[in-house]
Every structure is written in structure tokens, then in C-alpha cells.
């Protein structure tokens, strides 16, 4: 029997990147423990990565290749499946054209540089441009801005949070959900640790949320309206003089242009739009400016919004106007281990200009918007898709408007890596098991750029890959070869299979692996070796992020300058001083009396034991039986809605029907859905059992609801019809739900749950 190892590693959930000890025995995963010794987490590690242990043992996992007959799903071997789904990709190449076959890529992909890497060597070396990817659901408007501001989709200034006065976070809940394009682990501690030394937290969000319970001043706003919130403090800043615009100048074109962007929107103009009073949004621009070292942070909730794309602009263009970009305690633009602002601006990384076929929309970051992504198999013509390889995703369920569903049928070919047979594989022709984050080496250069604190770990494969399941690099490879394309300069996942079909006709076990070239480019670039992190299994510091390192330095527009006033961005005040008018009379109607049918404001929610939509098959994690939504008690008086009713949801011809919690936490005109629920169709026992609805269903999808400049899909602050569909029939449950499980549409028998398995707590282990 073998003994018990203690191994490092880390978690890949999300972007805390909480490092873990896992305990093994031979091959076989024991236990997962937050890694009280890793110098950045310190033994915080939230329950979903402590929990992992229940998706990597699920017996529902992707174990073998399967093939789609008449008879259902059938297990097939490696070389069937690359041989078959080899020879349609081929055939429809040839009578099609590269452009008709397509990738999406989920988030887990970008926790995994590997399959990152291949996935877009793939198809440069297909040749196709139809490349789609989840950030066009949630973080487009940053990736574009950055763009047109810096010359890179993956430049952001970071906030400093080791050393910040002054934090200003609008839609972001970091207690759950941690942050985002900021690494930062146990981000709720960080941001008491500003409080502690004498700094201040500002939330500004429809609902008070988890993190404002515990730390720093709530502001309420209306969704979809944080941009005017920025335009009007701006307005402030520069009508006060509190601005430095010879500094601008000096770093940037178009100071004067961001001048009059920002004139006509006065706190006074902007307060029956927002909700917030004139004189508190003029009191927190002058904090603000007035603070020794801020920083104006925003995440989802804004992105998905109407106008996510100005109030990122405004956001960087308020932490430059005050000086607070390449500042210690402000903003600093991390390198990473090497440079990869340097390397990214020299490759051409993230630089497509490739557009949909339908709408003409710019790919962002080297894919195209998701939210195109059904009308791309459905429109009639020649360049239509025909084949989709998804990656890591559930599109199906994560796309709003629920058109895509029905248009994956249309595809001659659909192939699925996954470890999941999730909603969009039920639709799939061919399934290919991936590993997990546990059997895979890997280094989180996908985060490097949005460390707070500049860190390198890497982390050897805790385990062997179980059964039959492969490494996405592994797969693209063998299916490019498949497709006989023949291998192209430069690119790693054409050539990397040639060089190793050669390598087994040599003596000894040869095989160059990516982890080969990510050594050789750490030695040639790095600050680091690979055979240092080897050594240091808990990571290595890297040289901190200096001020002054950036603005001058590594901006890669043209001139090198910052673009202060995008052309793009300028043009689309013009679309939002147009719903100006919507919002005043969306606000008017809060007190209108009694009604049947109320219309609200949906914004979503996520919650502290699920990620996105692959986490609610852990049977490990106590799970509530559906998904609640939360609306204010004044809201629901009118409509005559009563705390644990059941309320439909209407928008756009389709109906969900959830259980209500009345919670003071949420603001007037507001309904809050948490995501990620309704998997009745899926092959996930615990999850499809589960009741809940998808919140994306009443969310209006396709080409007519992307933003314009960046193509995010808007997934919130649009207005949907609440009724009350039937009174409570049953107690809370202990789960913490109010809803009756009997009642909700979608539940089903008990699914199969580990109650016995142990539940540790979140944070510091005991």
C-alpha cells in the first residue's frame, strides 16, 4: 500500500489562486486542505476549492471518448473517436472552407495555459477566424478598453491594495466571489486590512451585499447606471480643478476631448438616473481626489451592463486624471515573470481583427462575440458554421436568449472536451474526456498581469489522470493531425505532435511536452527558472511592481501613448445620453401603487458554494434544492408578493418561476437571480435534480443585445415583468432556501449526495 504524500499545489477555480495541500496515496487523491504555509493565501482557501476533491472523484466525470448513436451515447476508443471526428473535419473543410467550423472556449480554459495555447494554435492552423470565448459574456468591455487605451487587451493596471487609502469597488462582491482581473487571495481581508490602517472601502451596488455586511460604506445604485456615476464624478473632478490636465497631456492624447466628455453630466443631472443624491456623488468625487493613494475598481456587475465599456474608460481615465495610475497605493501594471505586455505586443497576441459574419462584430482578445454565436450556424451561406469544437464551456446554458440550444442541432459536427457531459454536450456528436485541475501541471499565466502582490507557483500534477482522460493540449494535437493539416512555422500545436511522432522511432522515451518550452522561455525572458519553482513548490516572489514602470514605458499604442478619449468610446455617449429618459422613468414608477405585474430591474447574483454553471454536481457541497431570488419589500407589497412565494419571471416571450426572498439588502426596482442554475438537461445527476431555473433564459441574447464597442453580451439591468405566481406551500428548509422544493418546476428525486463527507469551513483551516 502506498504511503500517505503531502503535495503543493494550487486551486484554478477562480482567480484567488488559493494555494492547497492535498494528501495522496499512490495515484489516489485523500484530502484537500487550504496550505496554511503559501505565502500569499496563508491558509485561506474557500469551500469550493477545499471541496474539489468532489469533482474529481464525481462518477459522473467524462472517463472514456463517447459517440452519439441511435441508441444514445456510446463509449468508443481514443483512436475511433480522432479517427472519425478526424475525417468529417476534414471532408467539411474541404467542401466548406475553413471558416465554417467554429471553437468556443469556457473559462476553465484560461485557467490552463496549455489548453489555452493549443486551443488558438488549433485554429490559426485550421485557419479559421471564428473563435469564441466566455469573456465576451462578462469581461469584454475591459479587454477592449484596455485596447484602445493601452494598445493591449491584457493591460490593467491593478489596484494597490497592499497600500491604498481609498477603494472604490463598484459591482463586485469579493466575500463570495473573491475579484476579478485582481488577484488577490482572501480579498475580503485585504480589504479590511485598508480599513484597519485608516483607508476606506466604498460598495457601490444595487444590493448591499455580503462584503458591505462586513466591510466598508454601501452605496445603493440603479443597474445599469454606474457610467453616469463615473461621467458625473468626473464632471466633478475636472470643474473643480481637481484634476492634473498638464499631466495628462504629458502621458496621453485627448485630455481636452475627456474634458468635454464629462462637462454636461452634473451630480444634479445624474442623480434621478442613479439614484444617489448630488451631494454624496459630489462628496466621493472630492474624496476620492483628495485621498493619499485610490483606486476606482469595477468587475461583472458593470461589465455586463448597458454601458459597461464607458464606465471602464471612465474608470481608468478618472485614476489617470488624478494621478493614480503607476502610483504606489493607486494602480500599478504588474510584469509577471517575464514581460508579457513586451512579449504580447511582439506576437501579436490578442490582436485579431477578424468579425462576425453576422453584424460585423470585432473579435476582442482573438474571439469573436458569443453572443453571435447561434446566428453564426443558423443564417444561411457558405461561410455559415458548420462544426463547433467546445472547450471547457457550456454555451448552451451560458449564452443569454436560449436561441443557441436549438441552433446547435444545425451543426454537421459538434465535439465537446469537457469533464462534464453538460447541457451543450447533450448536443454534441462526439464527447472527449479532459483532466482536471488535479491532473495537470500548470502556472496561472493567464493571472499574472493581476497580481497584487507579483508571485510565480507552479504546480506538478498532484495525480495521474484517471481512466482515459487526456490534457486539452494532447487533443488538439492528435486532432489537428487528424484533419492532416500539415504543420505550419510557428505554430506549437501543428508542429509539437510532428516532432513527437518522430521522437518514438529514437531510443529512450522522448517527448517534448509544453512544459518543455515554458522552461526554455522562463530561462531566456524570465525572473525565474522553472526549475526554481520546481524546487519551491509554494511559489517564489517576484521583483515588486515599481511605480513609474508603466505610463511612458509600456504603453503599446502607436506613439506609446495612453488614448484618453477613444474615437469608439466618445460616439457611444451618444447611445447612452439616449437612455437617459429610460432610466428617469423607470425611477418615477417606484411608487405607483398596486399592481399585478411588477417591472424590475434584473440584475444576477453569484453564490459562495457554486462557480458559473460547474459546480453544482459536487455532492460534497451542501447545495440549497433551487436558486432564490431576492426583491425589496416595498416591491413586493405592491404586487401583493409575500416572503418564499413563487414568482414568474417574463422577459422576451419566456417565463422562469423561482422561489422569492424578501431581503431590505436590495435596492427599489430591483429583482436579484442568482446564475448558474437549471440543469434538468445535462448528465450531471446531482445538478440536473436540483430545481432552480437559468436567469439567461429571460435574458434577450443575439446580435441585437451586444454592446457596441466591445460586443459583451448585456446581461443585466434589463427590465423584465414579475408576477406572483402561487403562494408558499412548505416551511424554509434547512439548506438555507425559503422555497418549497416540491413546487419548483425541474426538481426531480433526491439526487445521489455524499452528506457523510466532511465540509470544512471557509477561510483558515481549524
Request: include cysteine; proline fraction near 8%.
Given at each position: 500500500?502506498a504511503?500517505?504524500e503531502?503535495?503543493?499545489t494550487?486551486?484554478?477555480?477562480?482567480?484567488?489562486?488559493?494555494?492547497?495541500?492535498?494528501?495522496?496515496?499512490?495515484?489516489?487523491?485523500?484530502?484537500?486542505?487550504?496550505?496554511?504555509?503559501?505565502?500569499?493565501?496563508?491558509?485561506?482557501?474557500c469551500?469550493?476549492?477545499?471541496?474539489?476533491?468532489?469533482?474529481?472523484e464525481?462518477?459522473?466525470?467524462l472517463?472514456h471518448?463517447?459517440k452519439?448513436?441511435?441508441?444514445?451515447?456510446?463509449?468508443?476508443?481514443?483512436?475511433?473517436a480522432?479517427?472519425?471526428?478526424?475525417?468529417?473535419?476534414?471532408?467539411?473543410?474541404?467542401?466548406?472552407?475553413?471558416?465554417?467550423?467554429?471553437?468556443?472556449?469556457?473559462?476553465?480554459?484560461?485557467f490552463?495555459y496549455?489548453?489555452l495555447l493549443f486551443?488558438q494554435?488549433?485554429?490559426?492552423?485550421?485557419?479559421?477566424?471564428?473563435?469564441?470565448?466566455?469573456?465576451?459574456i462578462?469581461?469584454n468591455n475591459?479587454?477592449?478598453?484596455?485596447?484602445?487605451?493601452?494598445?493591449l487587451?491584457?493591460?490593467?493596471?491593478?489596484?494597490?491594495?497592499?497600500h491604498?487609502?481609498?477603494?472604490?469597488?463598484l459591482?463586485?462582491?469579493?466575500?463570495?466571489?473573491?475579484?476579478?482581473?485582481?488577484?488577490?487571495?482572501?480579498?475580503?481581508?485585504?480589504?479590511?486590512e485598508?480599513?484597519?490602517?485608516?483607508?476606506?472601502?466604498?460598495?457601490?451596488?444595487?444590493?448591499r451585499?455580503?462584503?458591505?455586511?462586513?466591510?466598508?460604506?454601501?452605496?445603493?445604485?440603479r443597474p445599469?447606471?454606474?457610467?453616469?456615476?463615473?461621467?458625473?464624478m468626473?464632471?466633478?473632478l475636472?470643474?473643480?480643478?481637481?484634476?492634473?490636465?498638464?499631466?495628462?497631456?504629458?502621458?496621453?492624447n485627448?485630455?481636452?476631448?475627456?474634458?468635454?466628455?464629462?462637462?454636461?453630466w452634473?451630480?444634479?443631472?445624474?442623480?434621478?438616473?442613479?439614484?444617489i443624491?448630488?451631494?454624496?456623488?459630489r462628496?466621493?468625487?472630492?474624496?476620492y481626489?483628495?485621498?493619499?493613494?485610490?483606486?476606482?475598481?469595477?468587475?461583472?456587475?458593470?461589465n455586463?451592463?448597458?454601458?459597461?465599456?464607458?464606465?471602464?474608460?471612465?474608470?481608468?481615465?478618472?485614476?489617470?486624471?488624478?494621478?493614480?495610475?503607476?502610483?504606489?497605493?493607486?494602480?500599478?501594471?504588474?510584469?509577471?515573470?517575464?514581460?508579457?505586455?513586451?512579449?504580447?505586443?511582439?506576437?501579436g497576441?490578442?490582436?485579431?481583427?477578424?468579425?462576425?459574419?453576422?453584424?460585423?462584430?470585432?473579435a476582442?482578445?482573438d474571439?469573436?462575440?458569443?453572443g453571435?454565436?447561434a446566428?453564426?450556424?443558423?443564417?444561411?451561406?457558405?461561410?455559415?458554421?458548420?462544426?463547433?469544437?467546445v472547450?471547457?464551456?457550456?454555451p448552451?446554458?451560458?449564452?443569454?436568449?436560449?436561441?443557441?440550444?436549438?441552433?446547435l442541432?444545425?451543426?454537421d459536427?459538434?465535439?465537446?472536451?469537457d469533464?462534464?457531459?453538460?447541457?451543450?454536450a447533450?448536443?454534441?456528436h462526439?464527447?472527449l474526456?479532459a483532466?482536471?485541475?488535479?491532473?495537470?501541471?500548470?502556472?496561472?499565466?493567464?493571472?499574472?498581469?493581476?497580481?497584487?502582490?507579483?508571485?510565480?507557483q507552479?504546480?506538478?500534477?498532484?495525480?495521474?489522470p484517471?481512466h482515459?482522460?487526456?490534457?486539452?493540449?494532447?487533443?488538439f494535437s492528435?486532432l489537428?493531425?487528424?484533419?492532416?493539416?500539415?504543420?505550419?512555422?510557428?505554430?506549437?500545436c501543428s508542429?509539437?505532435?510532428?516532432?513527437?511522432?518522430?521522437?518514438k522511432?529514437?531510443p529512450?522515451?522522448?517527448?517534448?511536452?509544453?512544459?518543455?518550452?515554458?522552461?526554455?522561455?522562463?530561462?531566456?525572458?524570465?525572473?525565474?527558472?522553472?526549475s526554481?519553482?520546481?524546487?519551491?513548490?509554494?511559489?517564489a516572489f517576484l521583483?515588486?511592481?515599481?511605480?513609474?514602470?508603466?505610463?511612458?514605458?509600456r504603453?503599446?499604442?502607436?506613439?506609446?501613448?495612453?488614448?484618453?478619449a477613444?474615437r469608439?468610446?466618445?460616439?457611444?455617449?451618444?447611445?447612452?445620453a439616449?437612455?437617459?429618459?429610460?432610466?428617469?422613468?423607470?425611477?418615477?414608477?417606484?411608487d405607483?401603487?398596486?399592481?399585478?405585474?411588477?417591472?424590475?430591474?434584473?440584475?444576477g447574483?453569484?453564490?459562495r458554494?457554486?462557480?458559473?454553471?460547474?459546480?453544482?454536481?459536487?455532492?460534497?457541497?451542501?447545495?440549497?434544492?433551487?436558486?432564490?431570488?431576492?426583491?425589496?419589500?416595498?416591491?413586493?407589497?405592491?404586487?401583493?408578493i409575500?416572503?418564499?412565494?413563487?414568482?414568474?419571471?417574463?422577459?422576451e416571450?419566456?417565463?422562469?418561476?423561482?422561489?422569492?426572498?424578501?431581503?431590505?439588502?436590495?435596492?427599489?426596482?430591483?429583482?436579484?437571480?442568482?446564475?448558474?442554475?437549471?440543469?434538468?438537461q445535462?448528465?450531471?445527476?446531482?445538478?440536473?435534480?436540483l430545481?432552480?431555473?437559468?436567469?439567461?433564459?429571460v435574458i434577450?441574447?443575439?446580435?441585437?443585445?451586444?454592446?457596441?464597442v466591445?460586443g459583451?453580451?448585456?446581461?443585466?439591468?434589463?427590465?423584465?415583468?414579475?408576477r406572483r405566481?402561487?403562494?408558499?406551500?412548505?416551511?424554509?428548509n434547512?439548506?438555507?432556501s425559503?422555497?418549497?422544493?416540491?413546487?419548483l418546476?425541474?426538481?426531480?428525486?433526491?439526487?445521489r449526495?455524499?452528506?457523510?463527507?466532511?465540509?470544512?469551513?471557509?477561510?483558515?483551516?481549524?
Open positions: 500500500m504511503q500517505p503531502i503535495k503543493q494550487f486551486c484554478r477555480i477562480c482567480e484567488a489562486l488559493c494555494g492547497l495541500e492535498a494528501t495522496v496515496e499512490g495515484d489516489t487523491l485523500v484530502s484537500l486542505r487550504p496550505d496554511r504555509e503559501h505565502p500569499l493565501s496563508k491558509g485561506f482557501a469551500v469550493k476549492g477545499v471541496q474539489y476533491a468532489g469533482i474529481h464525481d462518477p459522473d466525470r472517463n471518448p463517447m452519439r448513436t441511435p441508441r444514445g451515447f456510446e463509449r468508443i476508443s481514443w483512436e475511433t480522432l479517427s472519425e471526428i478526424g475525417e468529417r473535419l476534414r471532408e467539411q473543410l474541404r467542401r466548406h472552407g475553413p471558416r465554417s467550423m467554429g471553437m468556443y472556449l469556457g473559462n476553465p480554459t484560461f490552463n496549455k489548453a486551443a494554435d488549433f485554429m490559426r492552423a485550421v485557419g479559421s477566424p471564428n473563435l469564441f470565448a466566455s469573456h465576451s462578462d469581461c475591459k479587454l477592449k478598453v484596455a485596447e484602445l487605451m493601452y494598445g487587451a491584457m493591460a490593467h493596471p491593478v489596484p494597490d491594495l497592499v491604498t487609502r481609498f477603494f472604490l469597488c459591482g463586485s462582491n469579493p466575500t463570495v466571489s473573491q475579484m476579478s482581473f485582481v488577484h488577490a487571495p482572501n480579498a475580503l481581508g485585504q480589504l479590511k485598508i480599513v484597519k490602517r485608516g483607508g476606506r472601502v466604498i460598495l457601490v451596488d444595487p444590493r451585499t455580503e462584503t458591505a455586511d462586513q466591510v466598508g460604506e454601501h452605496l445603493f445604485i445599469g447606471t454606474d457610467a453616469y456615476l463615473l461621467l458625473a468626473g464632471q466633478v475636472f470643474a473643480e480643478g481637481r484634476c492634473d490636465v498638464e499631466r495628462l497631456k504629458a502621458i496621453g485627448g485630455a481636452e476631448e475627456l474634458r468635454a466628455a464629462v462637462r454636461a452634473t451630480p444634479e443631472r445624474v442623480e434621478p438616473i442613479t439614484g443624491p448630488a451631494g454624496e456623488l462628496a466621493l468625487a472630492r474624496d481626489a483628495e485621498a493619499n493613494g485610490a483606486a476606482i475598481h469595477i468587475s461583472t456587475g458593470v455586463m451592463g448597458p454601458f459597461g465599456s464607458i464606465a471602464y474608460w471612465m474608470a481608468q481615465a478618472l485614476n489617470l486624471a488624478t494621478g493614480n495610475v503607476d502610483r504606489r497605493g493607486g494602480l500599478l501594471m504588474p510584469k509577471g515573470p517575464f514581460d508579457l505586455l513586451s512579449l504580447g505586443s511582439r506576437s497576441f490578442g490582436k485579431s481583427r477578424a468579425r462576425t459574419r453576422v453584424g460585423g462584430h470585432e476582442v482578445y474571439a469573436l462575440p458569443s453571435a454565436l446566428e453564426e450556424i443558423t443564417q444561411p451561406g457558405e461561410d455559415r458554421l458548420r462544426s463547433l469544437i472547450c471547457a464551456g457550456n448552451a446554458h451560458s449564452i443569454p436568449g436560449g436561441r443557441l440550444r436549438e441552433a442541432k444545425q451543426l459536427t459538434l465535439v465537446c472536451i469533464i462534464y457531459r453538460n447541457a451543450t447533450e448536443h454534441a462526439y464527447l474526456p483532466t482536471d485541475m488535479l491532473e495537470r501541471s500548470d502556472i496561472p499565466l493567464g493571472m499574472i498581469l493581476s497580481q497584487v502582490t507579483p508571485y510565480a507552479f504546480s506538478e500534477r498532484v495525480v495521474a484517471k482515459e482522460r487526456r490534457e486539452e493540449w494532447e487533443i492528435e489537428l493531425l487528424a484533419c492532416g493539416i500539415r504543420p505550419k512555422q510557428g505554430n506549437l508542429a509539437l505532435p510532428q516532432v513527437n511522432r518522430f521522437l522511432y529514437l529512450g522515451k522522448l517527448r517534448v511536452e509544453p512544459d518543455h518550452l515554458l522552461e526554455l522561455a522562463l530561462r531566456v525572458l524570465g525572473d525565474v527558472s522553472l526554481r519553482l520546481r524546487a519551491q513548490p509554494r511559489g521583483p515588486p511592481t515599481q511605480p513609474g514602470s508603466f505610463l511612458g514605458k504603453v503599446f499604442t502607436p506613439d506609446g501613448r495612453v488614448d484618453l477613444p469608439a468610446l466618445v460616439q457611444d455617449l451618444t447611445r447612452l439616449g437612455e437617459e429618459a429610460r432610466f428617469r422613468r423607470h425611477a418615477a414608477q417606484g405607483s401603487g398596486p399592481r399585478d405585474v411588477l417591472e424590475l430591474f434584473l440584475v447574483r453569484r453564490e458554494r457554486s462557480h458559473n454553471s460547474w459546480m453544482l454536481n459536487n455532492s460534497r457541497l451542501r447545495q440549497p434544492p433551487t436558486n432564490v431570488c431576492l426583491l425589496s419589500p416595498e416591491d413586493a407589497a405592491q404586487a401583493g409575500r416572503d418564499r412565494d413563487l414568482v414568474a419571471i417574463r422577459s416571450g419566456r417565463e422562469i418561476v423561482l422561489p422569492v426572498e424578501l431581503s431590505d439588502a436590495v435596492g427599489r426596482g430591483v429583482i436579484v437571480v442568482p446564475h448558474g442554475w437549471g440543469h434538468a445535462s448528465g450531471m445527476s446531482v445538478a440536473s435534480h430545481g432552480g431555473a437559468n436567469v439567461n433564459d434577450p441574447g443575439g446580435t441585437a443585445n451586444l454592446e457596441p466591445s459583451q453580451a448585456i446581461m443585466t439591468g434589463h427590465v423584465v415583468q414579475v405566481a402561487r403562494p408558499a406551500t412548505a416551511p424554509a434547512d439548506s438555507g425559503r422555497g418549497p422544493p416540491a413546487a418546476p425541474g426538481a426531480g428525486p433526491s439526487p449526495v455524499n452528506r457523510s463527507a466532511p465540509v470544512e469551513p471557509e477561510g483558515h483551516p481549524r
